[in-house]
């Protein structure tokens, strides 16, 4: 248990629906993480958000839209996905945002499956 | 640009041998640092191990070291006394300089242990 809490843990969704990603972490950290995981690819950075103000939109396509209303809780909102947005979505968070030795700790992800 | 290169999608290692993970990097950055993350097949990333580019010793957690060579810019990861529970994707990362908030990932190594 790293103390960062990803909820759905799984996701199916057509692509006309609209959908919601929470993720809240207990560690007191100050900056917030979007990853997307798909087979057989590195880790995409998408989103980061630092003290609540958004400070990384990694060219992410505008269905996928965040929101960070405090520096404990991140949301991914979906809508009109396609099926190659089908990945395993990490939440992460630091205690700061800058710094080399600035350790990010993840989440357990949702798996999320468009059809 | 900064890259993170593991050249060893799979790894098998029989339960209680040590086993060697490898990770090269490359950066033109001073001062950063490199993480190790273990993904076991529920698709949480968990932190194993960080080294700081200017640690004079390697990095060691348990039975996990970081066989760090700045010269060869390589930090490959050694699990010590191997267990079936280690059976997992393992991933290098690196964040790199004061002004970076990205970490940077491998495409990970599939460890497998075998009995």
């Known amino acids: 248990e790293t103390g960062v809490t990803q909820t759905p843990r799984h996701l199916v969704m057509g692509m006309t629906n609209k959908k919601s990603l929470k993720c809240e972490q207990h560690?007191?950290?100050?900056?917030m993480y979007w990853y997307k995981q798909s087979a057989k690819k590195p880790l995409e950075l998408m989103f980061v958000y630092n003290f609540k103000e958004q400070t990384e939109n990694n060219s992410v396509p505008s269905r996928f839209s965040p929101e960070c209303p405090n520096s404990s809780h991140l949301f991914l909102h979906l809508h009109t996905l396609q099926p190659e947005d089908s990945a395993l979505y990490l939440c992460a968070s630091s205690q700061d945002l800058r710094g080399e030795t600035e350790t990010q700790y993840f989440g357990p992800g949702t798996r999320l499956l468009v059809l | 640009a900064q890259k993170i290169t593991q050249t060893q999608p799979g790894m098998f290692v029989q339960e209680k041998e040590a086993v060697t993970l490898d990770c090269t990097y490359d950066?033109?950055?001073?001062?950063?640092?490199l993480f190790w993350y273990k993904q076991p097949s529920s698709g949480e990333m968990i932190f194993l191990i960080y080294q700081g580019s200017y640690d004079q010793q390697n990095a060691t957690e348990g039975r996990y070291s970081l066989n760090f060579q700045k010269a060869r810019k390589s930090a490959n990861l050694v699990i010590s006394a191997s267990q079936l529970g280690d059976s997992a994707m393992y991933f290098c990362a690196m964040r790199g300089g004061y002004n970076t908030d990205k970490l940077i990932f491998g495409t990970g190594t599939r460890l497998q242990v075998f009995p």
């Open positions: 560690l007191g950290h100050n900056a």
């Open positions: 950066t033109s950055d001073p001062s950063y640092g």
